[in-house]
């Protein structure tokens, strides 16, 4: 299956040829409604009739893929495209390397293939089902506007596994699209599949913790699928990066913009008092971090992993980067060493490198977090200020994986559970942080305009100037 060119003017925008393959393409116009009903129960409280300033794909082709226009989120034109290829795939992981990339599911990977792909499918709506009421309390028109483009871009990356499960998994495929309508966020009777996608997230704090960490885990995951033998998978997640770097910036400058207005708070107040003055402070800024971070570290599964290893021999994920960065995509030889606890301390464990597969990726997506955190001390430093955001240990405050069933400080150091429910408050966001965040966001939407406890982006989107109506409501 090639690619053929972009139709934008069907029912489901697309480039993989769905005018010439009526089955998948009756079924996805099926689902199609169900779709737009879950968007209008789950999705974005409020804003239906507004107009927002959106960011549309409609090309893969690097240079101009994308659109920006008015849109009512309701129209949004969610479409299906993979990025094309200019010769025949060949795969780079696992067992098979060498070979022709997969064009169809073998039947021997089926189960396995469709479990990831019904994964990742998963997370794109619980975001938004997470995201579904902070309209309501944004910062600004601007930071509004970007809430809505993320919350779109989730449903197109819903569109993008839903195509793979109707096309390439039959009957299974098409009942997996439905379930991926019934679960909810939160719900305990019917959850969404991973922890971190089950967490509230309503206030802006969060939201701005949940596109700096969650989003970011996204981007690993992605990559690691974009090494994938079933290349209409890679495909599909490397067009899914795409849209998806934008999420980054919106959590990364984000954190900048509340740290940077701490900071400014914390010195125009004559205490140091950055809560008296409205802001945020820093210590429940940094509460916060560790709750998202490690919640976010769980995503990546268990640090010694058969199905991680499974997965990596049979070519269904590769490393980060793994065709660019590695010479030996078999990664049969090799350990990895990592601290595991016995009795009551902590010692190195050498394991085989193919079950450490989560765990490196793991460690690529803590580098890329360490890097964000280094530049907002940057911005505590031009703003005088002493005090510094850290990441917690890995081992911090785990629900998955190997420290799971163990206390830790945020350092990393083993404690007693009591000792950890002792010092909770101080290193997660309490009752307390939750109510005084849930006082101070209040919506803010004169353009141009923004709420006290952030600072203004450095400039507007899309060329446009910070003060542009981003949203008319
Ligand atoms: N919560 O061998 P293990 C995104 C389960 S985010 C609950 O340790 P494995 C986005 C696991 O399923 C990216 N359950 O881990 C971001 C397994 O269950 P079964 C999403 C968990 O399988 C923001 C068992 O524990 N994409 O796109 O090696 C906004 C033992 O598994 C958790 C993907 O995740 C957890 N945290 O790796 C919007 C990619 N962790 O089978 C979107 C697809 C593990 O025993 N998923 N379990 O019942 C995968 O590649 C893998 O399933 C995982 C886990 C990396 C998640
Ligand atoms: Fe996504
Ligand atoms: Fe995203």
């Known amino acids: 299956m090639q690619t053929s060119a972009v139709d934008l003017n069907c029912r489901i925008p697309n480039n993989v040829g769905l005018a010439d393959d009526p089955k998948v393409r009756r079924a996805l116009e099926r689902w199609q409604p169900r779709y737009l009903e879950w968007w209008r129960d789950m999705g974005p409280s409020d804003f239906a009739t507004s107009d927002i ?82 309209g309501r309390t944004a910062p600004s028109l601007y930071d509004l506007r970007n809430l809505f483009q993320v919350n779109v871009e989730e449903g197109r990356h819903l569109w993008a596994m839903v195509y793979l499960l109707h096309k390439f998994f039959g009957k299974d495929g098409r009942e997996e699209g439905e379930m991926l309508l019934e679960r909810r966020s939160g719900d305990p009777d019917k959850p969404r599949i991973l922890g971190a996608f089950n967490q509230p997230c309503d206030n802006w704090l969060s939201f701005f913790c949940f596109t700096m960490f969650v989003d970011r885990d996204g981007k690993y995951q992605l990559a690691a699928l974009r090494e994938s033998a079933f290349d209409p998978l890679a495909r599909s997640c490397e067009f899914m990066l795409t849209e998806e770097a934008f999420h980054l910036f919106v959590g990364e400058t984000g954190m900048a913009r509340i ?138 405050h785990r629900h998955h994986g190997i420290y799971a069933r163990h206390c830790f400080t945020p350092d990393g150091e083993l404690i007693a559970p009591e000792r950890f429910e002792a010092s909770r408050d101080r290193w997660l966001p309490s009752q307390a942080d939750q109510d005084y965040l849930a006082a101070i966001m209040q919506p803010v939407h004169e353009p141009g305009k923004f709420a006290n406890w952030i600072a203004p982006p450095h400039r507007g989107l899309a060329g446009k100037p910070i003060e542009f109506e981003y949203v008319r409501p």
């Open 259 to 396: 740290i940077r207005r701490s900071a400014q708070l914390a010195r125009q107040d004559a205490n140091g008092d950055v809560r008296a003055q409205g802001g945020i402070d820093l210590a429940l800024i940094q509460r916060a971090v560790n709750y998202w971070f490690s919640y976010c570290l769980d995503l990546f599964g268990g640090e010694i992993s058969s199905n991680a290893a499974e997965a990596f021999a049979a070519g269904l994920k590769g490393r980060f980067k793994e065709s660019q960065r590695y010479r030996d995509h078999r990664a049969l030889e090799g350990v990895y060493t990592l601290p595991v606890v016995e009795g009551d301390r902590l010692v190195d464990r050498e394991i085989p490198l193919r079950n450490a597969m989560n765990e490196l990726l793991r460690d690529e997506y803590i580098r890329d977090c360490a890097r964000a955190v280094n530049k907002w001390n940057r911005v505590l430093a031009e703003e005088g200020s002493s005090v510094r955001v850290t990441l917690p240990s890995r081992r911090f």
């Open 53 to 134: 300033y959106l960011r549309t794909a409609i090309s893969v082709e690097s240079g101009g893929w994308a659109n920006y226009d008015y849109v009512r989120m309701p129209d949004y034109r969610w479409g299906i495209f993979l990025t094309p290829r200019q010769r025949e795939a060949i795969i780079h992981v696992g067992d098979d390397t060498g070979r022709t990339a997969w064009s169809e599911v073998p039947g021997e990977h089926r189960n396995a293939l469709r479990r990831l792909v019904v994964t990742q499918a998963d997370t794109e709506p619980a975001s938004v089902e997470q995201q579904r009421l902070l």
